[in-house]
């Protein structure tokens, strides 16, 4: 190989194919229209000109990257571009992701966290991160949690279809443990909506352990279903369980940022404080 060549091929290596990224650049502008587009709009999202865009629009047809409705002139996203973002999902380990999430909100709040799956028996602990002081609290992993009585089974409820946990809660509605003021269909309906409304579940008396206050947040998958919960879990008088205090909001925006990288992409709701009397 002749020196100039050599020279040339480290030099590709090193800074990339340029061709490659300005193609990124359009790909990245129709995925944030969310929609199909025309080539005016691809164009202007992308700060390119159209007959640029529209060479690269051509060879990501040919490719299968992008598709054209003929009757529209639009251009979406084609069967290529479809099939590697649901090879990349299936690849994505969300709880290995959920785990580096608690621990990274652990070290910002210095507060217990947890992260909670769903399973048959309803949700269970998959692991909690002990905050950097002292304190006299145990979350045991692979503990199965209450519905209505703690802040990740209340989490789920508001999100999975009914079906998934309807017999869960009528056997909870019938334990003698259970507070009166949860003791009614229209109480837990109400707690539900209140947290589908504002997106946070805050637990603050009548936990399923007693002396423990907990808040939870939805954690959402690129179908915009309820995949894990992720909380905050204290002892009564130790922990900040305001609605607008710096722990619900940090919880918040760590759910919100782990949802983002399982594909969630629709907005989070706001925080709830649920009334004491229903907690």
Same mark, same amino acid.
């Given at each position: 190989? $002749?020196?100039?060549?050599?020279?040339?091929?480290?030099?590709?290596?090193?800074?990339?194919?340029?061709?490659?990224?300005?193609?990124? =650049?359009? #790909?990245? $502008? @129709?995925?944030?229209?969310?929609?199909?587009?025309?080539?005016?709009?691809?164009?202007?999202?992308?700060? @390119?000109?159209?007959?640029?865009?529209?060479? !690269?629009?051509? &060879? @990501?047809?040919? &490719?299968? %990257?992008?598709?054209?409705?003929?009757?529209?002139?639009?251009?979406? #996203?084609?069967? *290529? $571009?479809?099939?590697?973002?649901?090879?990349?999902?299936?690849?994505?380990?969300?709880?290995? %992701?959920?785990?580096?999430?608690?621990?990274?909100?652990?070290?910002?709040?210095?507060?217990?966290?947890?992260?909670?799956?769903?399973?048959?028996?309803?949700?269970?602990?998959?692991?909690?991160?002990?905050?950097?002081?002292?304190?006299? *609290?145990?979350?045991?992993?692979? @503990?199965? #949690?209450?519905? #209505?009585?703690?802040?990740?089974?209340?989490?789920? $409820?508001? !999100?999975?279809?009914?079906?998934? !946990? /309807?017999?869960?809660?009528?056997?909870?509605?019938? /334990?003698?443990? *259970?507070?009166?003021? *949860?003791?009614? =269909?229209?109480?837990?309906?109400? +707690?539900?909506?209140?947290?589908?409304? =504002?997106?946070?579940? +805050?637990?603050?008396?009548?936990?399923?352990?007693?002396?423990?206050?907990?808040? &939870?947040?939805?954690?959402?998958?690129?179908?915009? /279903? +309820?995949?894990?919960?992720?909380?905050?879990?204290?002892?009564?008088?130790?922990?900040?369980?305001?609605?607008?205090?710096?722990?619900?909001?940090? %919880?918040? %925006?760590?759910?919100?940022?782990?949802?983002?990288?399982?594909?969630?992409? /629709?907005?989070?709701?706001?925080?709830?404080?649920?009334?004491?009397?229903?907690?």
């Amino acid at each position: 190989m $002749a020196r100039g060549s050599a020279v040339r091929e480290e030099t590709d290596g090193k800074h990339g194919v340029q061709s490659f990224e300005v193609g990124m =650049r359009v #790909l990245k $502008a @129709m995925l944030g229209g969310h929609q199909s587009m025309m080539l005016r709009e691809i164009a202007a999202a992308s700060e @390119m000109p159209t007959s640029k865009v529209h060479r !690269y629009l051509v &060879s @990501m047809i040919r &490719s299968g %990257l992008v598709e054209q409705n003929l009757a529209t002139s639009r251009y979406d #996203l084609g069967p *290529l $571009a479809l099939t590697v973002g649901l090879v990349a999902m299936d690849r994505l380990d969300r709880i290995q %992701l959920g785990l580096f999430a608690i621990e990274e909100l652990r070290n910002n709040i210095n507060e217990a966290t947890a992260l909670a799956a769903w399973s048959q028996n309803g949700p269970i602990v998959v692991r909690w991160e002990r905050p950097q002081r002292p304190i006299a *609290l145990s979350v045991v992993t692979g @503990m199965a #949690l209450s519905m #209505l009585s703690t802040a990740s089974g209340r989490i789920f $409820a508001a !999100y999975l279809p009914p079906a998934t !946990y /309807e017999h869960l809660i009528e056997m909870e509605l019938k /334990e003698a443990s *259970l507070p009166k003021e *949860l003791r009614s =269909r229209h109480a837990v309906t109400k +707690i539900l909506s209140q947290i589908r409304s =504002r997106g946070l579940a +805050i637990v603050s008396s009548h936990h399923d352990v007693p002396g423990i206050v907990a808040m &939870s947040a939805p954690v959402f998958n690129a179908k915009n /279903e +309820i995949t894990l919960a992720m909380s905050v879990v204290g002892i009564s008088g130790m922990i900040d369980t305001s609605v607008h205090g710096p722990v619900a909001s940090a %919880l918040k %925006l760590s759910a919100q940022k782990l949802s983002w990288k399982l594909g969630h992409r /629709e907005d989070v709701r706001p925080i709830l404080q649920i009334d004491d009397a229903c907690s």
